[in-house]
């Protein structure tokens, strides 16, 4: 980088901390190819990615007055969008975790006799609560055991939303599930009692 555009910068800084939208777009463009790059060889996904680079643009918005304080401005961004980068791995790694948690549990508990486990009652009846393309995406990945790319190329989406799909799907069977435990308790003393 230049003497020349390191003033440009500062000034672009400037305007960013005045509000300017205009301003803020440049600096949007100038530094999100790079920031981009950094990005994806700390998380090694492009969707994880471009969510840093889009969340570490809106807290710079949204903190936008104080930028006129930052002396470096670079260093600054690299250390926001690092954070940001290194908090979605943590939040990946809890859902793939819970994911194939719940997998096992699945498969361990799949068989048909005995009317189904209790359990398997309530995840099918929260299944069913699901909105229709993510029921679709659960089914096909839990039960038919597809691949994100499959289920993508099935369903014509990418394995991204797929993947947001089953994080979604998750979450609302979970919630359900425990909203539900009452009832799974009650129905499991019967069955040892």
Known sequence: MSINQKIDERGLLEQVARGEEAAFTQLVDWYSPLLYTFIVRITADRWMAEEAVQDTFLRIWLNRESLAAVKH???YLFVVSKNFALKALQKALKEDTKEVAWK????TYSSEDNDREPILHL????????????SKVWILSRRKGLSHNDIGTALGISSETVKKHLQAAQKSIIK?????????????LKKFL
């Open 73 to 75: 401005f670079k260093a």
């Open 123 to 134: 995840i099918d009846e929260a299944i069913t609560r699901l909105p229709p393309q993510q």
């Open 176 to 188: 359900y599930v425990e909203s539900q435990i009452h009832l799974l308790f009650i129905l499991l």
């Open 104 to 107: 096992a549990f699945y498969q």
